[in-house]
């Protein structure tokens, strides 16, 4: 049977192949797409190229000025905010919104702490904002540059593959990441995303006004715990929290028109299907 988040992806990429930029001597991956409107900046988590969020780039196409990235095979997340922030430099996309899921959501709490003067506005989006015991859980426990890659992708090909039985909800997604986790993720860019959160640096206290700062959760996702969600919004602080019930680790592919209706209100755009209440410091999905 096909599946059309696959295909719809595939589509996307084919019209959009992934563009290659190199900042500070590492190789960028990454979509720089629009001239006109505010501007975004998406970075992915472990299992996403820059193509992952192609639903809202497709719906933001021509409205936002967009550019989406993929991590290199080098660095970590100190490494990577300096990149960053050339980039957005170097792109003229100064005063962006920067938003980042998982891995991505602590790259971009660290970017936007770090850089300010950069950014107008941070979305934490189904992350962590501490890595204290990161190393005492596999993956992060082994050896991540040493241990055989086949180990390392065969332990999220395991996690993913019991939603591939026709009953999860979340079928296609899974058949989607395990396409990432195969292949479309080459060996070095894996062990180095991996790495980066085993190694990731204390998060900086952040800045940016409440209003210009929102986080995203999803009820049911298996790897940010309960707990782990309340400490991002004790540590973010945010002006509004989207919060789904039933989306997984990754609501901008299993519920995209939603997570569209969030970036439209956080750079301020009009034409939301999904109207939120106005003033609510929590919003649920």
């Given at each position: 049977?096909?599946?059309?988040?696959?295909?719809?992806?595939?589509?996307?990429?084919?019209?959009?192949?992934?563009?290659?930029?190199?900042?500070?001597?590492?190789?960028?991956g990454g979509l720089r797409m629009?001239?006109?409107?505010?501007?975004?900046?998406?970075?992915?988590?472990?299992?996403?190229?820059?193509?992952?969020?192609?639903?809202?780039?497709?719906?933001?196409?021509?409205?936002?000025?967009?550019?989406?990235?993929?991590?290199?095979?080098?660095?970590?997340?100190?490494?990577?905010?300096?990149?960053?922030?050339?980039?957005?430099?170097?792109?003229?996309?100064?005063?962006?919104?920067?938003?980042?899921?998982?891995?991505?959501?602590?790259?971009?709490?660290?970017?936007?702490?770090?850089?300010?003067?950069?950014?107008?506005?941070?979305?934490?989006?189904?992350?962590?904002?501490?890595?204290?015991?990161?190393?005492?859980?596999?993956?992060?426990?082994?050896?991540?540059?040493?241990?055989?890659?086949?180990?390392?992708?065969?332990?999220?090909?395991?996690?993913?593959?019991?939603?591939?039985?026709?009953?999860?909800?979340?079928?296609?997604?899974?058949?989607?990441?395990?396409?990432?986790?195969?292949?479309?993720?080459?060996?070095?860019?894996?062990?180095?995303?991996?790495?980066?959160?085993?190694?990731?640096?204390?998060?900086?206290?952040?800045?940016?006004?409440?209003?210009?700062?929102?986080?995203?959760?999803?009820?049911?996702?298996?790897?940010?715990?309960?707990?782990?969600?309340?400490?991002?919004?004790?540590?973010?602080?945010?002006?509004?929290?989207?919060?789904?019930?039933?989306?997984?680790?990754?609501?901008?592919?299993?519920?995209?028109?939603?997570?569209?209706?969030?970036?439209?209100?956080?750079?301020?755009?009009?034409?939301?299907?999904?109207?939120f209440p106005k003033g609510s410091?929590?919003?649920r999905l």
């Amino acid at each position: 049977m096909s599946n059309p988040l696959i295909k719809n992806r595939d589509r996307f990429a084919a019209s959009h192949p992934e563009q290659r930029f190199i900042v500070n001597g590492r190789n960028w991956g990454g979509l720089r797409m629009g001239d006109n409107g505010p501007a975004l900046v998406l970075i992915p988590g472990t299992l996403g190229r820059s193509d992952i969020f192609w639903q809202q780039i497709e719906a933001l196409q021509g409205r936002a000025r967009i550019l989406s990235l993929s991590y290199p095979s080098e660095g970590g997340i100190k490494e990577w905010g300096e990149d960053i922030a050339a980039l957005i430099r170097q792109h003229k996309l100064e005063g962006a919104v920067i938003l980042g899921s998982s891995l991505g959501g602590y790259t971009a709490q660290y970017v936007a702490a770090t850089y300010p003067d950069l950014v107008s506005g941070l979305v934490a989006a189904n992350t962590l904002s501490s890595t204290g015991d990161i190393q005492e859980r596999p993956p992060y426990s082994l050896d991540l540059m040493a241990v055989p890659i086949d180990q390392l992708r065969q332990g999220f090909t395991n996690g993913l593959t019991q939603w591939c039985d026709g009953v999860s909800p979340y079928q296609q997604l899974a058949e989607l990441l395990l396409l990432e986790v195969g292949g479309r993720i080459p060996e070095g860019e894996m062990r180095a995303r991996l790495n980066a959160l085993k190694i990731a640096p204390s998060l900086p206290e952040q800045s940016l006004p409440e209003n210009r700062r929102w986080t995203i959760e999803s009820e049911d996702d298996h790897l940010i715990s309960a707990d782990m969600r309340e400490e991002v919004r004790t540590v973010v602080q945010p002006g509004r929290a989207f919060i789904f019930g039933e989306a997984s680790h990754f609501p901008y592919v299993t519920r995209p028109e939603n997570y569209t209706a969030m970036l439209e209100e956080v750079l301020g755009l009009e034409g939301g299907d999904v109207p939120f209440p106005k003033g609510s410091a929590e919003v649920r999905l």
